[in-house]
């Protein structure tokens, strides 16, 4: 098997007191798409941001292509950050102009590779214009673009899609499975369960800087077993909901509890067999269930297993 | 390095250029308040400089400058005979005169013997005006000491009198001294007072922009981006130091040319006007790359440059001319003081490069260490 792109072992980084990564592992293959799920200030954008250069680790190692990253050897990352990272009085073409520069391109080739990368990320018509002109979206687009210029080995994408309309974000999810196909190695930042289930190969879940599972998404869904998701919708007053969440916790088969709206969702190592006990405390608590519905498993069940809380929380 | 240097630095230039806010700044600002200032003073400025007399030489010729200079004056310059020669640097610094123009043991020996008169001026640095009036003085007792001897030795040879006789003679009244006020007290030439003033004040802001766009450019996310890059800490922090220090040259080179070439205000030798402001840029880049360096956050950055900006063009003599007292130590404090003197001593003295070396070198002195102490600041600050 060929060397991984990129091997992150045992990395550390801490600001004071606080540990924003601990111990964090993983590996990237070439072509391969991995995903770091994780709710904000998991320590996401703290990692890819040791693994870019652009913080020093405290302990632990990474390593392109089997070698530390110095750096001349950081033209093999191409890093799209969460923030629109462009100047928004220049063009397009200036931006790309300048950060492809800086990458050592010049001249033709340069021009060339330019061209290239408006017409992948759908932004050739409004090349000229101000980024400043720019909607979001087609902001996004343009500072993915800059990360692909140079043609990198490993494209690190922070949230690419926060803040973007449907329309823009399905766009930048196709280029980004598009750039997976095509050999380069992706890893992809994000707190949207579906994000990481269509696009990414395998998927690191990380917590409070600690990566607490690692696998496909089927990988990390099978490793519920029996588990599921059960949601309750009742009508009630919020202190009895609180009062039958209480009581529901207690029973040893629940795995995690969250409030969803009117009600409660549960993992529960039963699935169904939790419906009858769970409807006879919600009338102990007065509480009259409306619905109920067995959830397939999905990664925002296994987040919320994992951590019992929810992934936007 | 060098080549990523240059694409950061070209690349904020190019930024800046386009700035109209900056142009603004630059060029329409400190020009518009120069000439608003400048019509202000116009013909009703006068100097108000007490220039003495020292009289080391006693000799006729000596004497007879003397008394043709002393009781002479006008237009706010007043001579006067200082009573003791030996104790000239006291009477100065005690402020009984502004400067003093001396007449050197030998001076009428000199003269007569064919040699070129020379005549020392002592003057306090706090009041580079008055000094450069007493230079001017000096300059037109020689030139005309020399006119005279010509004149009399070639009266002499055609036998009309004797060469002393017809020196007394042509200083014996007071001498066509041209004491250059024109230099300073028309509106166009308070100009070349006033604009470099302006443009050095506004070079704070200008420049102060440019040294925290290394902070905003963190928070708006391109530093990071361009350090994401193969590119050192050390390229970015030199290309933007060198951004700041073009665009300040540029801005204040633009204002000398305009006034110079548009308004008629002199500005004295050419190289040492240049020289001088690009010493002068660099203390403004050195203080601005030292208050971004160690302020908590851009805001802050914003509000001590513009306090800084205010306080050093007020104490450095921005704002009005002949200064006295401790005003006038002050502005030797400021860099706006310093260049100020500078430019006084090459358009009012119309002192050469060499003259201004002093001020140039304090000013690159306080740039260089301002600067190296800032930057040092900011890669820590910036780029940890």
Same mark, same amino acid.
Request: net charge negative; proline share 4%; aromatic share 6%.
């Given at each position: 098997m060929d060397r991984p792109v990129l091997q992150v072992e045992q990395l550390v980084r801490r600001f004071g007191e606080h540990t #924003? =990564?601990? @111990?964090v592992s993983f590996t990237i293959r070439t072509g391969e798409t991995y995903g770091l799920l !994780? %709710?904000? !200030? #998991?320590?996401k954008t703290t990692t890819i941001s040791v693994i870019a250069g652009l913080l020093r680790a405290d302990e632990g190692t990474v390593t392109l292509l089997g070698e530390p990253v110095t750096p001349a050897r950081k033209s093999l990352i191409g890093l799209v950050p969460q923030?629109?990272? +462009?100047? %928004?009085? +220049? &063009?397009a073409i200036e931006n790309l102009q300048f950060f492809g520069s800086l990458q050592n391109l010049n001249g033709k080739a340069l021009s060339a590779r330019v061209a290239e990368v408006l017409d992948v990320v759908g932004l050739a018509d409004r090349a @000229?214009?101000?980024? $400043?002109?720019? &909607?979001g979206g087609m902001k996004r687009r343009a500072n993915i673009a800059v990360g692909l210029l140079h043609e990198p080995r490993l494209l690190i994408l922070d949230e690419p899609t926060v803040g973007v309309d449907p329309q823009s974000r399905n766009s930048i999810l196709e280029a980004v499975a598009e750039l997976g196909g095509s050999g380069m190695a992706v890893l992809y930042t994000t707190h949207y369960m579906e994000e990481a289930e269509r696009l990414c190969d395998r998927i690191g879940i990380i917590d409070q800087g600690r990566l607490i599972a690692e696998g496909s998404r089927d990988e990390l869904v099978q490793g519920l077993g029996e588990k599921a998701t059960v949601s309750f919708r009742v009508a009630g007053g919020r202190e009895d909901i609180e009062a039958w969440r209480a009581d529901l916790e207690r +029973? %040893? $088969? =629940?795995n995690a509890v969250q409030d969803v709206e009117s009600g409660l969702s549960v993992v529960a190592a039963n699935g169904p067999g939790l419906i009858a006990p769970a409807v006879q405390f919600a009338q102990a608590n007065r509480l009259e269930v409306t619905g109920v519905d067995v959830v397939q498993p999905d990664l925002e069940a296994v987040f919320l297993d994992l951590t019992g809380k929810a992934l936007r929380d | 390095m060098w080549r990523t240097t240059w694409l950061i630095a070209a690349l904020g230039l190019r930024r800046s250029l386009r700035d109209r806010s900056i142009l603004i700044q630059a060029l329409v600002a400190p020009i518009v308040i120069a000439l608003v200032v400048g019509a202000a003073f116009g013909s009703g400025f006068s100097l108000n400089v007490t220039i003495g007399i020292a009289d080391a030489d006693r000799s006729e010729i000596s004497t007879q400058i003397a008394k043709g200079l002393v009781g002479s004056g006008g237009d706010g310059i007043a001579f006067s005979a200082v009573g003791d020669p030996q104790s000239v640097e006291a009477a100065v610094e005690s402020g009984s005169y502004d400067a003093v123009v001396v007449m050197p043991a030998g001076l009428g020996e000199a003269v007569l013997a064919g040699e070129a008169a020379q005549l020392d001026v002592v003057g306090a640095a706090t009041d580079p005006l008055a000094t450069s009036v007493a230079q001017a003085v000096a300059g037109g007792v020689a030139a005309e000491l020399q006119t005279a001897r010509v004149t009399a030795v070639a009266a002499n040879q055609a036998g009309v009198e004797d060469v002393t006789a017809s020196i007394q003679k042509a200083v014996a009244s007071p001498p066509a001294i041209t004491v250059e006020q024109g230099e300073v007290d028309g509106t166009f030439s308070v100009m070349a007072y006033f604009a470099p003033g302006m443009a050095m004040l506004f070079l704070f802001f200008i420049i102060g922009d440019g040294a925290r766009s290394i902070v905003a450019e963190r928070k708006q996310g391109t530093l990071p981006r361009i350090l994401a890059a193969p590119v050192s800490p050390t390229s970015v922090l030199l290309g933007k130091t060198a951004q700041v220090m073009v665009v300040g040259v540029l801005s204040m080179t633009a204002v000398w040319l305009i006034t110079w070439l548009g308004f008629g205000a002199d500005w004295g030798d050419p190289l040492g006007v240049f020289v001088v402001i690009v010493a002068a840029v660099t203390a403004i880049a050195g203080i601005s790359l030292l208050i971004t360096g160690f302020a908590r956050t851009e805001n802050q950055a914003d509000a001590l440059t513009t306090i800084v900006a205010l306080l050093f063009a007020v104490a450095g003599g921005t704002f009005f001319l002949g200064a006295t007292g401790v005003l006038n130590t002050m502005r030797l404090f400021t860099p706006n003081g310093l260049a100020l003197s500078a430019f006084v001593d090459l358009s009012a003295a119309q002192s050469g490069l060499a003259g201004v070396m002093p001020q140039v070198l304090l000013l690159l002195a306080i740039g260089i260490g301002t600067a190296t102490a800032g930057l040092l600041a900011l890669r820590n600050k910036v780029l940890s």
């Amino acid at each position: 098997m060929d060397r991984p792109v990129l091997q992150v072992e045992q990395l550390v980084r801490r600001f004071g007191e606080h540990t #924003a =990564v601990d @111990k964090v592992s993983f590996t990237i293959r070439t072509g391969e798409t991995y995903g770091l799920l !994780g %709710p904000n !200030g #998991a320590g996401k954008t703290t990692t890819i941001s040791v693994i870019a250069g652009l913080l020093r680790a405290d302990e632990g190692t990474v390593t392109l292509l089997g070698e530390p990253v110095t750096p001349a050897r950081k033209s093999l990352i191409g890093l799209v950050p969460q923030d629109i990272a +462009l100047y %928004p009085d +220049l &063009s397009a073409i200036e931006n790309l102009q300048f950060f492809g520069s800086l990458q050592n391109l010049n001249g033709k080739a340069l021009s060339a590779r330019v061209a290239e990368v408006l017409d992948v990320v759908g932004l050739a018509d409004r090349a @000229k214009d101000r980024i $400043e002109t720019y &909607s979001g979206g087609m902001k996004r687009r343009a500072n993915i673009a800059v990360g692909l210029l140079h043609e990198p080995r490993l494209l690190i994408l922070d949230e690419p899609t926060v803040g973007v309309d449907p329309q823009s974000r399905n766009s930048i999810l196709e280029a980004v499975a598009e750039l997976g196909g095509s050999g380069m190695a992706v890893l992809y930042t994000t707190h949207y369960m579906e994000e990481a289930e269509r696009l990414c190969d395998r998927i690191g879940i990380i917590d409070q800087g600690r990566l607490i599972a690692e696998g496909s998404r089927d990988e990390l869904v099978q490793g519920l077993g029996e588990k599921a998701t059960v949601s309750f919708r009742v009508a009630g007053g919020r202190e009895d909901i609180e009062a039958w969440r209480a009581d529901l916790e207690r +029973l %040893p $088969e =629940v795995n995690a509890v969250q409030d969803v709206e009117s009600g409660l969702s549960v993992v529960a190592a039963n699935g169904p067999g939790l419906i009858a006990p769970a409807v006879q405390f919600a009338q102990a608590n007065r509480l009259e269930v409306t619905g109920v519905d067995v959830v397939q498993p999905d990664l925002e069940a296994v987040f919320l297993d994992l951590t019992g809380k929810a992934l936007r929380d | 390095m060098w080549r990523t240097t240059w694409l950061i630095a070209a690349l904020g230039l190019r930024r800046s250029l386009r700035d109209r806010s900056i142009l603004i700044q630059a060029l329409v600002a400190p020009i518009v308040i120069a000439l608003v200032v400048g019509a202000a003073f116009g013909s009703g400025f006068s100097l108000n400089v007490t220039i003495g007399i020292a009289d080391a030489d006693r000799s006729e010729i000596s004497t007879q400058i003397a008394k043709g200079l002393v009781g002479s004056g006008g237009d706010g310059i007043a001579f006067s005979a200082v009573g003791d020669p030996q104790s000239v640097e006291a009477a100065v610094e005690s402020g009984s005169y502004d400067a003093v123009v001396v007449m050197p043991a030998g001076l009428g020996e000199a003269v007569l013997a064919g040699e070129a008169a020379q005549l020392d001026v002592v003057g306090a640095a706090t009041d580079p005006l008055a000094t450069s009036v007493a230079q001017a003085v000096a300059g037109g007792v020689a030139a005309e000491l020399q006119t005279a001897r010509v004149t009399a030795v070639a009266a002499n040879q055609a036998g009309v009198e004797d060469v002393t006789a017809s020196i007394q003679k042509a200083v014996a009244s007071p001498p066509a001294i041209t004491v250059e006020q024109g230099e300073v007290d028309g509106t166009f030439s308070v100009m070349a007072y006033f604009a470099p003033g302006m443009a050095m004040l506004f070079l704070f802001f200008i420049i102060g922009d440019g040294a925290r766009s290394i902070v905003a450019e963190r928070k708006q996310g391109t530093l990071p981006r361009i350090l994401a890059a193969p590119v050192s800490p050390t390229s970015v922090l030199l290309g933007k130091t060198a951004q700041v220090m073009v665009v300040g040259v540029l801005s204040m080179t633009a204002v000398w040319l305009i006034t110079w070439l548009g308004f008629g205000a002199d500005w004295g030798d050419p190289l040492g006007v240049f020289v001088v402001i690009v010493a002068a840029v660099t203390a403004i880049a050195g203080i601005s790359l030292l208050i971004t360096g160690f302020a908590r956050t851009e805001n802050q950055a914003d509000a001590l440059t513009t306090i800084v900006a205010l306080l050093f063009a007020v104490a450095g003599g921005t704002f009005f001319l002949g200064a006295t007292g401790v005003l006038n130590t002050m502005r030797l404090f400021t860099p706006n003081g310093l260049a100020l003197s500078a430019f006084v001593d090459l358009s009012a003295a119309q002192s050469g490069l060499a003259g201004v070396m002093p001020q140039v070198l304090l000013l690159l002195a306080i740039g260089i260490g301002t600067a190296t102490a800032g930057l040092l600041a900011l890669r820590n600050k910036v780029l940890s």
